[in-house]
Nanobody, 115 residues
Framework: QVQLVESGGGLVQGGGSLSLSCVAS????????MAWYRQAPGKQRELVAK???????NYADSVKGRFTISRDNPKNTVYLQMNSLKPEDTAVYYC?????????WGQGTQVTVSS
């Protein structure tokens, strides 16, 4: 059973930066296009960024130019570097496969951006 563990969230002032990590065990994410998602209170979960096995990336318009997704396949880890954070980026951030079949969702990591 795949377990996804997200970390790196926290409280930051607007304009600040955070770096999120997602580790998968067992090592299976190497073979999948991976994505970061977020869910704000009262809203549906949305895809923020995705990265293919070979490194090709795509971003939601709302984060383009501010967020960078990357992956380290030998370490079974996907990263999300978030710069120029805005209060509207406040959400719980999750990682998972970009398309079905997806694994069970992890607990996510809370990102709170103050104005």
């Amino acid at each position: 059973q795949v377990q996804l563990v997200e970390s790196g969230g926290g409280l930051v002032q607007g304009g600040g930066s955070l770096s999120l990590s997602c580790v998968a065990s067992p090592s299976i994410l190497n073979f999948r296009t991976m994505a970061w998602y977020r869910q704000a209170p009262g809203k549906q979960r949305e895809l923020v960024a995705k990265i293919a096995r070979g490194g090709e990336t795509n971003y939601a318009d709302s984060v383009k130019g501010r967020f960078t997704i990357s992956r380290d396949n030998p370490k079974n880890t996907v990263y999300l570097q978030m710069n120029s954070l805005k209060p509207e980026d406040t959400a719980v951030y999750y990682c998972n496969a970009a398309v079905s079949p997806q694994w069970d969702w992890g607990q996510g990591t809370q990102v709170t951006v103050s104005s």
